[in-house]
């Protein structure tokens, strides 16, 4: 690695505001054509992500015969699954507690489990289908860093015992262990989840996309879709990043529609306030020294993360960059999706500063991308599957960032419930989950600033006291609540 001057390393406005991951797709993105005119289709999955390249492939198993059409307003991985971490984490952002007041604690547990396994899945079926992803399943590593991260981390053993869940699956590290996975400052203890895997998230869709149109499905990008009427889709043409062009508006009818657009969700007709729209962001240094890993661990790629409220994860990537992000000023007044925002340099700047803390030994590395995108968050915080078999309109999501493997378990489970077919994953406790929409403005944008805001102080707290501090992210708490 050659050394850097310190204002190369704070010169961010040097870095590529391209996503690293698509930034390195080899050939670079070609859209596919848009909807020509109207058209007539079994199922039609508005959505070109993760959810809906899921939800496609195993339709395409369960029914060939299906003809089915997804509808993408850019191209295949241009949203958050082109975009994210890379962590297929066997993690739901819904708590155990928030299932199991819908069921009970077991079936919650079988949930979990389930997204263990959607983790083995997404391996699975890019070595079966020959999707070159940079899959590894090296886990997930968070260290505490505070005596307050510690103690919660006790107790998020104590919880997985209690849950069933095995020293293999989730176990406490003491200090030198947890040091050994990660060598970040002070770090106190960690907790290492076996059931996680990290990939190259825009290499798997573009894989993801290629191999369910090779089984027949018919993928239309530079499509935008404007709303949901009864058994129709309309839709019309699009421009490069939300130019409208010139050919005129069409509809695709399916007695099966699947919504599949998260964050993006707000640009149908009538849906501005389900979903939220979230800003998080990247950074990604250029590939680092073998030597250097020699340091700072991560032997295995495992994902990465501290145990602070305010969200931070990275992870090593397969060509030894370190690729990190964190959430900053994270919403957009009225719901609105400004690419502007996505490469805000101040925040930037902010996530290389918590990197540079939590790893020192990377302070002389040079950033060569930095970016970001929009995550989606339903009101209750719950992500869910749901279909409707009376009207053939579902819907699947709300990951709250949580997204690559559960949209795998998410989009498996709506092709069988598309398709009636009986399995366990059709009965899990996310099946049927709704939520509230939204509180209109100025509301909603006040409760997310504040209860960031508040979060944010409870770390700075925690750092500077070395006591918990419940009264902010309690306070923070009970603004999220949407049950």
């Not at 370190?322 to 719901?335: D, H």
């Amino acid at each position: 690695m050659a050394a850097h001057s310190a204002s190369d390393v704070w010169s961010l406005e040097t870095a590529s505001t391209t996503p690293l991951w698509i930034d390195r797709l080899e050939p670079p993105i070609t859209a596919r054509a848009g909807v020509g005119g109207d058209l007539d289709v079994d199922v039609a999955i508005v959505g070109g992500g993760f959810s809906g390249l899921w939800t496609a492939y195993y339709l395409r198993q369960l029914e060939p015969s299906l003809r089915v059409a997804v509808l993408e307003r850019h191209y295949c991985g241009f949203g958050a699954s082109g975009r994210n971490g890379g962590w297929a984490v066997g993690e739901l952002a819904g708590s155990v507690d928030d299932y199991a007041r819908r069921s009970n604690p077991a079936e919650s547990g079988r949930l979990l489990r389930a997204v263990f396994d959607a983790v083995d899945e997404i391996g699975r079926v890019a070595a079966t289908e020959g999707i070159d992803c940079d899959y590894a399943k090296g886990g997930t590593i968070r260290v505490a860093r505070t005596v307050p991260q510690a103690e919660r981390q006790l107790a998020e053993i104590a919880e997985a015992r209690a849950l069933g869940l095995t020293p293999d699956e989730v176990r406490l590290l003491d200090a030198d262990e947890a040091r050994a996975q990660l060598n970040a400052t002070d770090v106190l203890s960690g907790i290492l989840l076996g059931p996680s895997a990290v990939v190259d998230p825009a290499k798997l869709a573009r894989g993801l996309a290629a191999v369910a149109e090779s089984a027949g499905t018919e993928i239309y990008e530079q499509t935008r879709a404007t709303a949901i009427d009864g058994g129709a889709v309309q839709v019309a043409p699009e421009g490069p990043r939300g130019s409208l062009m010139s050919r005129g508006r069409c509809e695709v009818r399916a007695p099966v529609i699947i919504r599949a657009t998260e964050a993006y969700t707000r640009d149908l007709r009538g849906r501005r306030r389900d979903i939220l729209p979230v800003y998080s962001r990247m950074v990604a240094t250029e590939p680092l020294p073998d030597e250097l890993f020699d340091d700072i661990g991560l032997a295995h790629r495992p994902s990465f993360a501290d145990d602070r409220r305010m969200v931070i994860y990275g992870q090593r990537t397969a060509d030894n960059r370190i690729a990190f992000g964190a959430t900053g000023v994270p919403y957009s007044y009225g719901s609105r999706i400004v690419p502007s925002a996505e490469v805000h340099l101040g925040m930037h700047r902010r996530i290389w500063r918590i990197l540079v803390e939590l790893l020192p030994q990377v302070a002389d590395a040079r950033v060569t991308h930095r970016w970001g995108g929009v995550l989606g968050i339903p009101r209750n915080w719950l992500p869910g599957v749901n279909f409707d078999l009376r009207t053939g309109h579902g819907v699947l999501g709300g990951y709250v960032g949580e997204g690559v493997a559960a949209s795998n378990l998410a989009g498996r489970t709506m092709a069988e419930l598309i398709c009636e077919r009986d399995t366990e994953r059709t009965s899990l406790p996310w099946v049927g989950v709704t939520s509230r929409r939204w509180e209109p403005e100025p509301l909603r944008w006040l409760g997310v600033r504040i209860s960031r805001a508040l979060l944010g102080v409870a770390d700075e707290l925690e750092l500077r006291t070395g006591r918990p501090d419940r009264l902010m992210s309690g306070i923070a708490k009970l603004l999220r609540r949407g049950h």
